[in-house]
Each structure stands twice: as structure tokens, then as C-alpha cells.
């Protein structure tokens, strides 16, 4: 299935880097205008974004827990987003359904410093 995003809420910006979340619910984009877009990915609608590194984001993941999205960049700030508990809840659901399906049991913990640094380079 082929899927085209923007990237960006305007027209400023150009898409850089994209990450799906675990439960491939969402996509998160970063954009040329330093803004973090965050998209239901079966719909296309830009469902959040996200505003705050001085430079453009280098790196992103959302954590294994579902609630949070870890970015960082040019001006080396990492920062933890909160997702909203809307989002959270729904790839939380998914991702039990997909265990429920495949029969495997396992639990999701927060990251830690470590898992911070791994997932970002």
C-alpha cells in the first residue's frame, strides 16, 4: 500500500525524517520548518503538531509505552513529548490485539537514559 504525506501543516516546510509508532497507528514526520507533524496514518490527518527545537529534529521514536514521543535535534535538546491519552489508549489496543493474535505475552516498559540514547543514534 503506497501512502503520500506532506509532512508539514504548511508549505515551508520539507519532510526530513518519519517514524511509525509500534501499533502503526500513527506516523510522526519532521519537516525542514523544525515542526514535528504526527498523523493518523489510515486517514491522512494530521492529528497533532509539535513546536519547540530551535533546529531541525535529526532523530525520532515514540517509546515502547505508547506515551511519549522522543525527539531531538540540531540544537542538541532531546525532548519527550506527551502524547495525548487518546492516542496512547488506541496504539495500546492495537498492540494487545496483535499479542492476543499472535499468542505472545510480553510487557512495555518506560525508556530509560540508555534506551533514550540507542533509539536516537
Known amino acids: 500500500m503506497k ?4 509532512g508539514s501543516t504548511s508549505d515551508e516546510g520539507t519532510l526530513l525524517k518519519v517514524q511509525m509508532d509500534p501499533a502503526g497507528i500513527y506516523l510522526a514526520t519532521s519537516c525542514s520548518d523544525k515542526s514535528i ?5 489510515e ?6 503538531t509539535l513546536f ?3 533546529e531541525i529534529v535529526t532523530g525520532m521514536r515514540f517509546s515502547q509505552d505508547c506515551r ?3 525527539t531531538i535535534s540540531g540544537d542538541s535538546c532531546v525532548f519527550l513529548w506527551r502524547l495525548d491519552s487518546q ?3 488506541s496504539m495500546r489496543k492495537r498492540l494487545a490485539e496483535r499479542k492476543r493474535t499472535a499468542g505472545v505475552t510480553t510487557t512495555a516498559k518506560a525508556p530509560t537514559k540508555e534506551h ?6
Not at 507533524?37 to 496514518?41: G, R
Open 116 to 121: 533514550l540514547i540507542r533509539y536516537l543514534h
Open 43 to 48: 486517514s491522512g490527518e494530521c492529528v497533532a
Open 52 to 54: 519547540g527545537h530551535s
Open 3 to 6: 501512502k503520500c504525506f506532506k
Open 68 to 70: 511519549h514521543l522522543i
Open 37 to 41: 507533524c504526527i498523523f493518523d496514518y
Open 87 to 89: 492516542m496512547t489508549n
